[in-house]
């Protein structure tokens, strides 16, 4: 396999798991006797799977921004602008090597385990293991092959920097990627998450992976089938039973639906709790205040802020609706989870919904005089932004945390797989080739919410809104745009900053794939590397 230099090589943190990733600082032992033993190789691969939390633990902007469900607010928050418009971005712009570094510093640690694991004490759960790290090494190529394009594969255990390299091709690397997951699939537990890889994990990894490929040129003509075959082999026959709310309640996330996801808990991050959480709790919501409010409010950075086309998406029977936004925001905000009882709180801030009545809002404001009343169409993304006055997402809020100004303090798991997405995969595949198999999964879905009158016909753009409902704030909606070709038409339909020229780049091309990042390209000494030609 090709060479790459891998940016921002670290010194290998080694850590313990059990139901959480929790850190150990082992660098001080001698990696080549440790490593060999059964303990330090359970230690190198617990080590990969805190690599999760880089990739998905600092901004979540790679993930969300510049799409049809996000914005910033106005005159308030800041997003970087390349990520977020498209019409600065370029090599150097602010975000784009977020997942490059992170994901080929997750390659590299996988790389470690797997080198050692053929000179290690062999062990019956040896291949296991292997099969664990093989997942999260495909997972990194995966996120780096949607983002960017061909990367260059490295597959070896590079005990130094490479500083010259080649770039494979997309299609080499949906083959390591694929071959990484069968690799996977024959080897991990066939059991319940408990917070390792399992059957399920790679199986649906698997149905997006191929789900994913099918639309490009170099795709295999079974690759929608195949993502079906993936999808229902994850579902398992297995219905969508818990309510909604529930799955989102804090401290709910290891539920019967969870697939994957990468695990935190306040042990773990205690010992630096400002950069060993995650930031995903800081998104979708306004400002809810200062240093004063510590212990009342949650720390929210005025971005990824919902459109009103996200709201839109809702309807007063979609139970999703509640659970996902913050309609009512008390005078202590965290009281919403804290309080059985809400009924007799104050206040703060009451977001009326589009279906509320004119009498409805009139008889609110009777009830609750000391709320701030919220019109619809007054408080998704775009409006001119103070604190509270744009819609806070809950979804993903942690009463535990106290306040701290943008930092990675969240300790909530972070759900990347769960069974309700892996029905809206296999409702995509099955568009294309069984419909009526299709729409009983994508029914599936919204009768879990409350929609009680089924769909009878769909189409991409009925799977994309329904993904928007279920799926908001999660980290998916760049590559689902991005993989279904309607990153253009609907960032610039529904984002009130994007206009469809901005995605216009150089040598007459789109900029859709993310820009190769500049320090890449530099320490690159053989500078035959090529650039995406949208930037060149």
Not at 274 to 280: A, D, F, I, N, V
Not at 297 to 312: I, N, Q, R, V, Y
């Amino acid at each position: 396999m090709k060479k790459i230099l891998i940016l921002g090589i670290l010194a290998l943190i080694v850590s313990s798991c059990s139901d959480f990733i929790e850190e150990e600082n082992l660098a001080n032992a001698d990696a080549e006797t440790f490593y060999t033993t059964s303990e330090g190789f359970n230690a190198l691969v617990n080590a990969n799977y805190s690599e999760l939390r880089e990739i998905y633990g600092n901004d979540a902007y790679v993930f969300c921004a510049g799409t049809d469900l996000y914005a910033v607010g106005s005159g308030r928050g800041s997003e970087p602008e390349g990520l977020s418009i498209y019409s600065q971005l370029n090599s150097s712009s602010v975000g784009v090597d977020q997942l490059y570094a992170s994901c080929y510093s997750a390659i590299q640690k996988a790389n470690i385990a797997i080198h050692y694991s053929d000179i290690t004490a062999q062990t019956e759960e040896l291949s296991t293991l292997v099969g664990e790290v093989k997942y999260m090494r495909a997972n990194a190529y995966f996120l780096l092959v949607q983002t960017y394009g061909g990367v260059g594969i490295v597959t070896d255990y590079i005990a130094s920097p490479i500083l010259s390299f080649d770039r494979n091709s997309a299609e080499e690397v949906y083959k390591l990627i694929i071959a990484d997951l069968q690799e996977a699939l024959s080897a991990v537990k066939d059991e319940s998450f408990s917070g390792r890889v399992t059957k399920r994990a790679v199986q649906h990894l698997l149905a997006k992976v191929h789900l994913t490929r099918a639309y490009e040129t170099f795709a295999d003509s079974n690759d929608f089938a195949t993502a079906a075959t993936y999808a229902e082999n994850a579902i398992a026959g297995q219905s969508l039973t818990i309510p909604f709310a529930e799955l989102w309640f804090p401290g709910n996330e290891m539920n019967a639906e969870t697939i994957f996801s990468v695990q935190f808990d306040e042990t773990s991050i205690s010992v630096d709790p400002t950069e060993l959480g995650h930031k995903q709790a800081n998104y979708f919501g306004p400002y809810l205040g200062g240093s004063e409010f510590a212990g009342d409010a949650g720390w929210k950075s005025f971005t990824l802020l919902a459109t009103d086309f996200a709201l839109e998406l809702f309807t007063e029977d979609d139970e999703r609706y509640e659970a996902t936004f913050m309609t009512e925001a008390y005078m202590r905000y965290f009281d919403a989870f804290e309080v059985d009882d809400t009924s007799g709180l104050e206040v703060r801030h009451y977001y009326a919904p589009q279906w509320a009545t004119p009498a409805d809002i009139a008889a609110y404001a009777l009830a609750h005089p000391e709320a701030q009343i919220h019109e619809w169409g007054t408080y998704a993304a775009g409006v001119v932004s103070s604190d509270y006055q744009t819609i806070p997402a809950k979804k993903f809020d942690d009463p535990s945390v106290q306040f701290d100004d943008d930092s990675r303090v969240s300790s909530r798991d972070i759900v990347l797989s769960r069974l309700a997405e892996t029905y809206l995969i296999a409702a995509e595949a099955y568009l294309q080739t069984n419909p009526v198999l299709g729409l009983e999964k994508l029914n599936a879905v919204r009768e879990r919410a409350g929609l009680t009158t089924p769909l009878t016909t769909f189409d991409i753009d009925v799977v994309l809104d329904e993904r928007a409902r279920e799926l908001f704030g999660e980290y998916h909606r760049w590559f689902d745009l991005k993989r279904t070709g309607k990153l253009v038409e609907r960032a610039s339909m529904y984002n009130y900053l994007i206009d469809a020229a901005n995605f216009n780049g150089a040598n007459g091309e789109l900029k859709i794939l993310r820009p190769i990042p500049q320090a890449a390209l530099d320490l690159n000494q053989n500078k035959d590397f090529p650039q995406n030609p949208a930037y060149n």
